[in-house]
């Protein structure tokens, strides 16, 4: 039976803001969930170029707002001014998706762990079912279950096994300017990046990535390393043993997102921007695109103008993600080489403070015709 117009997989980030966005359109939407509670988090915190009432959020997501975003190797530091980066507060985040989400058109399920997905003769998927084999029918079917990619995966639009940047993180006492945000690069890196992201009452996030699997292996032991350094010593102090982290795929550019009935958002077909894995801005305009292209082929009863969804979003960012992913590949090689690294921001001073925030915020300008 076909209760549903839309069946989402994942009530994270990508899940909710289509689901609010679909039932602005008035469709029927069931959303599941494995977990419990919705708005626990391995980490909580992120920093994003978002401008949050763009997409309906208030001012109250944002934990703190920065005006300079520092980058920084072994020896040499550029600083750089900015009026549109902040560390936001995924709970808060989340809370707000919820709170805005209209329940006469959407039903939240939690503890529905999904396994497969059934496919008829004609190709079209019929339903979902979960570890129990119960079923869950839905006109479309919306894998947005992150990193998992439970359905992207069985299909073949995700690799089965990606390679994954992990990242952990230490909430910490903070001492330096809170309106500063640090990137950190260099051998002590290990072939990834550093960050600080303030947060207000001097505490901080300081963490570290990297796709090494080598060092992810010793990420903790790691991170400790780096707060040992004098640079650091100067700006943070650990006073707490809460590890927070997670991973996020690594996968050449996806364009691919669509088949027959299936729509995939988010991590679930890798979208986060790959030049410093932001995934919010990114994943709330494409999982607004697609609640535009489910409305449209609901409305003429037509699945083949879910594929305006591969189209608008090939146009708004493919472009820019190819240019992101070439950034992010020379940082990966480059990273662990201290002297290539200070040249690099000895070589950034040449450009102009507006291009390399649009670099590193994945806005090129361009967009492919
Ligand atoms: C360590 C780390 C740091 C990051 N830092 C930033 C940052 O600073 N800025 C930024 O913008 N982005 C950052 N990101 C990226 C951002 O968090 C993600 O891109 C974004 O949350 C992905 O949203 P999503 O909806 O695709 O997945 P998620 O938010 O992970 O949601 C997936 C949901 O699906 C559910 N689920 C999974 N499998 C199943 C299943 N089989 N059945 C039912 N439910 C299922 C999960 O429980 C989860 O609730 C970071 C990510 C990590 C890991």
Redesign the pocket.
Known sequence: MNNFDVVI????????ILARELAILKRKTLV????NN?VEF??N????F?NVEDFNLSKNVIAQKINSLVFQSKRVKREIETDNLFV?D?KKVHEELIDAIDTDYVTLKTN????NIVKEASGNFSSIK?KNNIEYFGKIIVD?????G?ISKKVGLRETKSIL?????YNVEYLGDPSKMYLLSGKDYQGGYG?I?PLKNKRAII?F?TFNDEVVKHLKPQLSKILELPLIKKLVRKDNELV?????PITPVLEKFVINNLVC????VS??NPI????????FEAAIMASKAIHKALEKDNIELLKTYETVWKKRFSANYKRSKNAQEKIFKYTNNDLVMDFALLAMRMRSNDRIIRSVSGEYGLETK
Do not use: C, P
Not at 45 to 48: E, F, K, P
Not at 276 to 283: A, C, D, L, P, T
């Open positions: 997989i994942g009530g994270g980030t990508s899940g909710l599941l969930d494995r977990k919705l391995s980490f915190t992120l920093g994003s978002m936001l995924k529905v762990h999904i396994k979960d947005a279950s992150g990193t998992n439970v940047a992990t990242g952990v993180e960050w992201f963490g990535g927070e982290g997670g991973s996020l958002v988010g991590d679930s979208q986060v410093v894995g932001e995934g919010y801005k990114f994943i």
